[in-house]
């Protein structure tokens, strides 16, 4: 079975330039999702922007005086991202190469969404492990039920794998991986986003 992850990889290569014109200004909505989840940081933090594209909510970041850093399995967009002066490592935002413990935050609009399901949780645990304790997940991906194929809009001879999730599910995992949510909202464009912003918190074992 062709791997869907390598291939919206390669579709990405291939869309880089056309996304960034068409997703450079995103709606009051999403701004001001993004203005309180930099709000929640320290001034200088550290911030990783998972599956980063071509830079802008990282470039937007640094211009808040916070220190971003971009992740992205895509080398056209993490050469994009780069061209705007941001700091960006290629990787898998399944397993990031981030330092665990390193982030006052941790940031991914539209790309959990291209995760396949069963893979959900060793994410999840992936991020809450690079994330410091106290430090702030910002979060946005499409709501719905299903993993499908969906043709680029502006090229249908390409394909993405998206994986829409149910917004009580994917809270349930948060909070039993270790986050605290703090707050979550669905909002309508071409398709409907839930967006979380949510506390690490300690998980604590007993012992024996």
């Known amino acids: 079975m062709e791997d869907p992850i390598a291939r919206t990889t390669a579709t990405y290569d291939r869309i ?11 709606d009051a909505a ?23 594209g071509p830079g802008r909510d990282a470039a937007w970041f640094r211009e808040q005086g916070l220190s971003p850093v971009g992740v992205d ?12 002066g941001v700091p960006v490592a290629l990787g898998d935002l399944r397993h990031p190469p981030l330092t665990p413990g390193s982030l006052a935050g941790l940031w991914s609009v539209a790309a959990l ?7 959900t949780v060793s994410t ?20 719905g039920d299903g993993e499908v194929w969906e043709p680029v809009p502006h090229d249908k001879g390409l ?10 599910t994917l809270l349930a995992v948060l909070a039993e991986i270790g986050f605290e949510v703090r707050e979550h909202a ?15 918190r300690e998980v604590r074992t007993t012992r024996a």
């Open 159 to 168: 394909q993405r794998w998206f994986v829409h999730r149910k917004p009580r």
């Open 113 to 119: 969404l291209h995760v396949p399901a069963a893979e």
């Open 186 to 200: 669905e909002n309508a464009t071409h398709r409907t986003w839930l967006s979380v912003l949510a506390i690490r």
């Open 16 to 26: 880089a330039s056309v996304f960034a014109s068409r997703s450079e200004n995103p």
């Open 30 to 52: 999403f701004r001001a999702f993004r203005a309180r989840f930099a709000a929640a940081l320290p001034a200088g933090g550290r911030v990783a922007d998972l599956g980063c």
């Open 73 to 84: 399995r895509s080398a056209a967009m993490a050469a994009l991202a780069a061209d705007r």
């Open 124 to 143: 999840l645990r992936a991020w809450h492990a690079a994330l410091r304790p106290g430090g702030v997940l910002g979060l946005s991906t499409s709501t």
